[in-house]
């Protein structure tokens, strides 16, 4: 007796798909109500691919029936199978796909999108994944939503990128089915949003698309830093918010732009990397108003790089003497206390810059405390 899915290939085939090109079968009728029921239910579940020995010393997947899988998929998607379904038969994106797809209407296509944008479908981290084309040229053909979705968007990270000639040919990139450029660009600003809104990584292509948009006027300099300075508090990982402070010397940074955000900088002080330090705080300490140095230079104190600490006290000695400079005995008793005689001298300068009478001997409980 027949299985489910020789049933359904048995209609497939009476239809004429196995012998038209592949170009051409959305021409072709998908049958009676009857017969899409039971392609339906032989379709909708099941693998297609098996294991077998090849030879004696080889295995790979055969097709558990002998017709194109590729013409099978649309067929399916036609008469009627589900997105997610669609999506994990599809071995490739293809015009002939996105009109499948798409002739089944906006809900199915965004479905589809969600249940192809996968990372299990990509090779590494930030490479385009095996249906990534052909989901960024649904949302830019049907004019769909942007995703909220940090798996398409790498995918469209990495075929912008590469359209736009800000990165190398992709593995999976199809230069006859990539989007236009004129596309990519029409839509630019949104898809950047979207990507620091759900908080993309920066180490991938993400970051070199939002600079080329602000080096051909696509992205202006103030939406970017605006983007970009959102990015930097909503990033968890160390390594995206060295590659922001990356973007953000690429767009122009300058010392205006951290003094006019310094409350929203302060909390990244205090995070203690290298990255945002080395940048931020001699800014900041050198012109943050008295009501906001105590803040500034607290933070600063998860330093725990040499290099930052010297610099961090080099800053502070560039300031005049606050007015309220007792409130500061503790944070440069810190400072004194530092194993290493380089920093420890620097704070003594500190301290008596500021007119500050300070022993370690007598502080050693407070400074636990810190």
């Known amino acids: 007796m027949a299985s489910k899915l020789e049933k359904a290939v048995e209609i497939y085939r009476s239809l004429g798909y196995e012998e038209t090109d592949f170009e051409d079968i959305l021409n072709l009728g998908i049958g009676s109500g009857e017969e899409q029921k039971i392609v339906r239910e032989g379709l909708k579940s099941g693998e297609w691919l098996e294991i077998k020995q090849l030879s004696e010393n080889s295995y790979g997947f055969v097709p558990v029936v002998d017709v194109d899988l590729g013409k099978l998929a649309i067929f399916a998607i036609r008469v009627g199978v589900d997105a997610k379904r669609a999506a994990h038969i599809l071995r490739q994106g293809s015009e002939v796909a996105l009109k499948a797809v798409e002739a089944r209407g906006e809900t199915y296509a965004m479905n589809f999108i969600k249940a192809a944008c996968t990372s299990n479908r990509r090779i590494w981290e930030h490479s385009l994944s095996v249906l990534g084309t052909l989901a960024i040229k649904l949302v830019h053909q049907m004019n769909l939503d942007i995703p909220e979705s940090v798996e398409y968007m790498k995918d469209w990270a990495a075929v912008a990128a590469t359209v736009l000639g800000s990165e190398r040919k992709e593995q999976n990139f199809d230069e006859g089915f990539a989007p236009a450029k004129e596309d990519i660009i029409r839509r630019f600003i949104e898809h950047i949003e979207m990507g620091i809104s759900v908080n993309v990584p920066s180490t991938g292509p993400f970051s070199k698309v939002l600079i080329w948009g ?35 010397e690429q767009i122009g940074l300058t010392d205006d732009d951290i003094r006019s955000r310094a409350e929203t900088i302060i909390p990244l002080l205090g995070l203690g990397e290298t990255a945002l330090l080395e940048r931020f705080a001699p800014v900041l300490i050198e012109n943050a108003s008295e009501d906001l140095l105590y803040q500034v230079l607290i933070s600063c104190s998860f330093a725990k790089v040499k290099k930052i600490k010297k610099m961090i006290l080099n800053a502070a000695l560039k300031r005049e003497k606050p007015k309220s400079a007792k409130e500061y005995e503790e944070w440069i008793l810190l400072y004194k206390q530092d194993e290493d005689k380089s920093i420890s001298k620097l704070a003594d300068s500190l301290e008596k810059a500021w007119g500050l009478e300070l022993e370690k001997e007598d502080v050693k409980e407070e400074v636990q405390g810190l």
């Open 214 to 248: 602000v080096e051909n006027n696509v992205l202006t300099k103030e939406a970017a830093m605006e983007q970009v300075f959102y990015a930097l508090n909503i990033a968890q990982r160390p390594g995206d918010r060295k590659e922001l402070m990356n973007i953000l």
